[in-house]
């Protein structure tokens, strides 16, 4: 199986800030990485795709890089909606596997 | 309007088998490219992806739980079901069904529709 690691696994930040939450794949995966925004009780939402491509209907605050083992989900301008847990996960293999979460927190 | 609703028993007990479906509308699990998977949550635990079916019935599954599941689909009724042998304690958690999109020539995707998700608690 491919292995996701995110870091940080939480961070406390403040409303404005910019924010940075990095990915490692545990082998090349091209660019087949997917970012996700969960908020208690509810369904994750899709923010990245493919790396670097926006959702429809999502910030442009929003936005990804990367390729191969090293992704980055930046965040520009933090919102107060914005806090929430973050996921990604590889869609290059079968599982899917996501990665263990990053909890933005208010400061 | 792409909608997805998973049914089931909200409580199982230890052994026995769960059976969970995913009824949806806005799209058909014919169209090529496109599936339906489930992925669970444990209460206050990361998102785990479980099993994925694709519209020509082609079937993925994690392989750590590869032998307790099985994942079907029933286009005329707009169903996937997926169901868990021997569930256990650890097994409680929110199960999501998701609609799949394809990139890339369908080399890769991602989940854009997910469902409101099912509580299920595994005790006896």
């Known amino acids: 199986d491919i292995q996701m690691t995110q870091s940080p696994s939480s961070l406390s930040t403040s409303v404005g800030d910019r924010v940075t939450i990095t990915c490692r794949a545990s082998?090349?995966?091209?660019?087949?990485l997917n970012w996700y925004q969960q908020k208690p009780g509810k369904a994750p939402k899709v923010l990245i795709y493919?790396?670097?491509s926006l959702q429809s209907g999502v910030p442009s605050r929003f936005s990804g890089s990367g390729s191969g083992t090293d992704f980055t989900l930046t965040i520009n301008s933090l919102q107060p909606e914005d806090f929430a847990t973050y996921y990604c996960?590889?869609?290059?293999?079968?599982?899917?596997?996501f990665g263990q979460g990053t909890k933005v927190e208010i400061k | 309007q792409i909608t997805l609703n998973e049914s089931g028993p909200t409580l199982v007990k230890p052994t026995q088998t769960l059976t969970l479906t995913c009824t949806f509308s806005g799209f058909s699990l014919t169209t090529s490219g496109v599936g339906v998977g489930w992925i669970r949550q444990p209460p206050g635990k990361a998102l785990e992806w479980l099993a994925l079916i694709f519209w020509d019935d082609d079937k993925r599954y994690s392989p750590s739980l590869k032998s307790r599941l099985t994942i079907t689909k029933d286009t005329s009724k707009n169903q996937v079901v997926v169901t868990m042998t021997n569930m256990d304690p650890v097994d409680t958690a929110t199960y999501f069904c998701a609609h799949r999109r394809p990139y890339n020539s369908g080399l890769g995707g991602y989940f854009d529709y997910w469902g409101q998700g099912t509580l299920v608690t595994v005790s006896s």
């Open positions: 493919a790396a670097s």
């Open positions: 082998q090349s995966i091209s660019s087949y």
């Open positions: 996960q590889e869609s290059y293999s079968s599982p899917g596997t």
